[in-house]
């Protein structure tokens, strides 16, 4: 028995990892270079808690399992989680009264630990919140991940159990062949017995070429500002929710910086790559987390940068199963949270239609590379000394060493941003500036690449022309 599944994002890496608890061959499709590139690598990276989601929605039935889901999923894979808890605030009675609508909605959700705080609690759990608060709604289960960590995580042990990865092997089409599925991509003909379409923001392009109708997707993006202000707040911050949305939030990251958006602009179906970010939308971003947290401080400005939605007309993830095809279409927020949970349904349908067995040898856990960073000095001094290489600081701003640079390529990493998105170098205040060329040193040292040949994330991202001395 042979399985396609189509997108390494959060979802599509959850399932391809599920399914390798099974006797069955499972195989990874993903269009760009690396995993965990698509929409989940630029989003807010919260595990909702699920009291926004509409009921008898497929957003309300999988937010708060996949939320809870989370925690024995990062024991096994280890990855960070920081339960920040979250904060819904209202500035008035108005804003009170929806804020009231959320708790009952989330206890319609079965969200545990809601509740309603007054302005002094409010203020006491987070000290640096807008004075002006009235009231806010507290939800201790929320909170952030980097979820291409998790993406990436999730792959590495499939690979380890047995699936196999096709890295920039795009899917143009899916036809049926018999009782089998021939998937056509950029690099050939291949054949499956069961296909798993989680393509993201192309889901519905993909469905639509296996002859599957579906809601059409639209990007609807979602710009930010990084700061690199530690601490500034210490739980996710929404303002009272509008129809267009969460709003603007002010919230902390995993990597101790501060987040500031995501703005909401819906944009033809034609643009499923318009991450620019603008000058207009930027300024609203500031205006309204001013509003949340005064001391925000953009002087602290790291990068600014846009993710897209995979929004629909209907509001909803859309699920949709033909014969042994599933294509799971407009995973838009809150996707994140939500994919541990649609993966597990997804995958004990396959295994119930195809009385798959589990296999004896899985092993669940995925080694993280050591973080020098987090280490205590016993553990550092340890680590070390067998391995001196883990002595040397690379990246400076995030203290990442040449050992766990090493690492991430071993573990799979082929460009910059690969190495970015693994070890937390180039992340920090300078954004490289002084450590990318040490990174190509070692990169050119570890592949056999020239310098000219490396690149920053997609090809033809090559980042210099020739070495001059
Ligand atoms: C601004 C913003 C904020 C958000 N905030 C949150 C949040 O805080 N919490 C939350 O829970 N959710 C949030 N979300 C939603 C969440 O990010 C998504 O639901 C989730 O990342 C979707 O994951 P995915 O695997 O479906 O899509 P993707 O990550 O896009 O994965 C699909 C993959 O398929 C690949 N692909 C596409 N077409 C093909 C093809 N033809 N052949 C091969 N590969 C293909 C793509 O390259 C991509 O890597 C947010 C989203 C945005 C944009």
Redesign the pocket.
């Known amino acids: 028995m042979k399985i396609a599944v ?7 890496s959850l399932i391809a990892r599920k399914f390798t608890r099974y006797k069955v061959d499972v195989e990874i ?4 270079p690396d995993v ?5 690598k ?7 808690a699920g009291y926004d989601d509409e009921p008898n929605t497929l957003r309300a039935k999988y937010c708060s399992r996949g939320n809870e889901m989370y925690t024995a999923l990062s024991e096994e894979l280890n990855f960070e989680i920081k339960r920040t808890g979250s904060l819904v605030v209202a500035f008035n009675d108005e804003e009170t009264k929806i804020v009231e609508e959320l708790l009952k909605r989330g206890k319609t959700n079965g969200v545990k630990e809601l509740r309603i705080l007054s302005k002094f609690e409010a203020l006491e759990i987070e000290p640096n919140l807008s004075r002006e608060v009235v009231s806010a709604l507290y939800s201790p289960n929320a909170g952030v991940i980097a ?1 291409w960590e998790v993406a990436q995580a999730a792959v590495e042990n499939a690979l380890n159990n047995g699936a196999k990865l096709h890295l920039s ?4 089409s899916i036809s049926k062949e018999g009782e089998k599925y021939k998937l056509n991509t950029s690099k050939g003909f291949f054949s499956f017995d069961a296909v798993v379409n ?5 889901a519905d392009e ?1 469905a639509e070429s296996a002859g599957v109708k579906v809601t059409p997707i639209h990007p609807r993006r ?1 710009q930010y500002i990084l700061l690199d202000q530690p601490n500034a707040v210490r739980t996710v911050i929404f303002p009272t929710p509008s129809r267009a949305g969460k709003g603007i939030l002010v919230l902390p990251t995993v990597h101790n910086t501060t987040l500031l958006g ?1 703005t909401s602009e819906d944009l033809p179906p034609n643009e499923k790559e318009a991450t620019d970010t603008t000058a207009e939308y930027l300024a609203k971003i500031v205006e309204k987390a001013k509003k949340l947290v005064p001391l925000v401080n953009l002087s602290k400005t790291i990068r600014t940068f846009a ?4 929004e629909n007309d209907i509001k909803d993830f859309v699920i949709k199963r033909e014969n042994n095809m599933i294509h ?1 279409v407009a ?9 541990p949970a649609i993966a597990e349904d997804i995958v004990e349908e396959i295994v119930e239609k195809f009385d798959l067995q589990k296999r004896d040898n899985f092993n669940p856990v995925r080694k993280a590379i050591p973080k020098i960073a987090d280490m205590g000095d016993e553990e550092k001094e340890k680590l070390i000394s067998q391995n001196p290489s883990y002595g040397r600081v690379i990246c400076r701003c995030n203290k990442v060493t040449e050992g766990e640079i090493v690492e991430a390529i071993k573990n799979g990493a082929r460009t910059l941003d690969g190495i970015k998105f693994r070890t937390a170098a180039m992340f920090g205040r300078c954004q490289g500036s002084f450590c990318t060329v040490k990174i190509m040193n070692i990169m050119k040292r570890e592949l056999g690449k020239d310098f000219e040949d490396i690149t920053k994330n997609l090809p033809n991202s090559n980042v210099v022309d020739g070495v001059v001395r």
């Not at 189509?6 to 599509?12: D, K, N, Q, R």
């Not at 092997?169 to 143009?172: I, L, P």
Request: proline share 8%; net charge positive.
């Open positions: 189509i997108g390494a994002g959060i979802v599509g499709f993903e269009k760009l965990g590139w698509g929409v989940t630029a989003n807010s990276g919260i595990l909702h979820p092997t795009e899917v143009k989680a393509a993201g923001l192309w993909l979602g995501p993710g897209l939605r995979p799971i995973t838009r927020s809150p996707g994140l949270t939500a994919a």
